[in-house]
């Protein structure tokens, strides 16, 4: 559980001339929650999608289990396969089923064999109350359902570390419960590692075992958890908790 899993050393990210992230730093350990909290247009996200190749950057260093990232197209390819992720809009290929969807990818890229990976499939969609909607296309279904079988989706690559950016932010109040249910599960039951993206601090506070607190792309606070929610150590993180209702 102390295990070293993902490192950042002096990370920068641009656009054109405009710095999204500076100089950021920080260690994720196995097992660990660490939660990215700030307020809108800090560099969350990009954080978020930098840590799996989806955005570049222009100096620093990432490393995975010790290894140090070389931030290429193919090698990005290939963990992806190790650091999951999961997007506040479900991205579900709606000519798919249910299971067509999740089949996808642990068939076609990590060439597993399909009936083992099924039945590993129908248990993970079991575990989060899917199993009537095998065949169902997306349309019919409900945002949090929808939700729910994107994080069965990622769970089937058997990743390393998962990334969870803002994942009830498009749902209806009464469905951010069962997301959040099911992702404190993944958490104190399979001892998931994740990054997590959130404006939810309720929520925030039973899972984080570490905050990371940002602002204009800088990390002005690194704290465990539960003393971030009690005695934030800046004033800027003091005023952004109570400005939230929580």
């Known amino acids: 559980m102390e295990d070293e899993i993902l490192k950042v050393e002096h990370l920068n990210k641009f656009y054109d001339n405009w710095q999204a992230l500076h100089d950021i730093n920080f260690s994720l350990k196995k097992g660990e929650v660490l939660t990215l909290l700030g307020p809108s247009g800090s560099g969350k996200s990009t954080l978020l999608r930098t840590l799996n190749g989806l955005e570049d950057y222009k100096d ?4 995975f289990q010790e290894n140090k990232i070389d931030p290429t197209p193919k090698n990005w390819q290939l963990l992806r396969q190790k650091i999951g992720m999961v997007f506040q809009s479900y991205e579900l ?3 798919l089923t249910v299971i067509e969807n999740v089949l996808l990818a642990p068939v076609k890229v990590q060439k597993r064999n399909e009936n083992e990976v ?16 095998l065949n169902a296309y997306p349309r019919e279904l409900s945002g949090g359902q929808k939700q729910r079988v994107a994080i069965v989706r ?3 690559m058997k990743p390393e570390v998962m990334l969870l950016d803002e994942i009830t932010a498009s749902l209806d109040p009464e469905m951010v419960r069962g997301i959040e249910e099911i992702v404190e599960k993944l958490s104190k039951q399979d001892h998931m590692t994740m990054i997590i993206v959130t404006h939810q601090m309720n929520f925030a506070e039973r899972i984080a075992d570490e905050v990371l607190f940002l602002e204009n792309g800088k990390i002005l606070e690194d704290t465990p958890g539960a003393e971030f929610f009690k005695k934030p150590q800046t004033k800027r993180a003091k005023e952004f908790l109570e400005s939230m209702d929580f």
């Open 93 to 95: 290929f709606p000519n």
């Open 154 to 156: 990622a769970l089937a």
């Open 60 to 63: 620093g260093t990432i490393y």
């Open 118 to 133: 099924r039945k590993e499939v129908e248990d993970l969609l079991a575990r989060v109350g899917l199993s009537y909607y």
